[in-house]
């Protein structure tokens, strides 16, 4: 585990800008067609600041996670900023980890080894 790089980070400033996310969906017509996940959704993530995504079951919020943290690429619109430069996908994944909500993880381990 290579705790010197995840203490050394001095953290990311996050900013997206009018996000909207468009998923193909059947229809009750057996058809395909676009629905929106996310709409024109803007927000900013500072460091060293707790922040709470909160919303109903189906808001969006698991949706947003997965778009902004690249999980999710395709249908995605909209401007994501990582210290104020273009998301680098590759330089985001190395500084940062998302752990989805359905991941199994383990009891014994902490924060970091789970990581």
């Known amino acids: 585990m290579e705790f010197n790089r995840v203490l050394s980070n001095q953290g990311l400033d996050l900013r997206f800008d009018d996000l909207t996310y468009r998923v193909n969906a059947w229809t009750d017509a ?4 676009k629905k ?3 709409q024109g959704v803007s927000g900013t ?5 707790l922040c709470a995504i909160i919303g109903c079951s189906g808001s969006g919020k698991s949706s947003l996670l997965n778009a ?5 690429t395709n249908g995605c619109t909209g401007t994501i900023l990582i210290n104020n430069k273009p998301q680098d996908l590759k330089f985001f994944k190395k ?3 998302y752990i989805m909500q359905e991941d199994q993880l383990h009891l014994q381990l902490t924060v970091i080894e789970s990581m």
């Open 30 to 33: 057996f058809k395909i067609e």
């Open 36 to 38: 929106i996940i996310l």
């Open 45 to 49: 993530f500072n460091r060293s600041q």
């Open 68 to 72: 902004l943290s690249g999980y999710k």
């Open 95 to 97: 500084q940062s980890c």
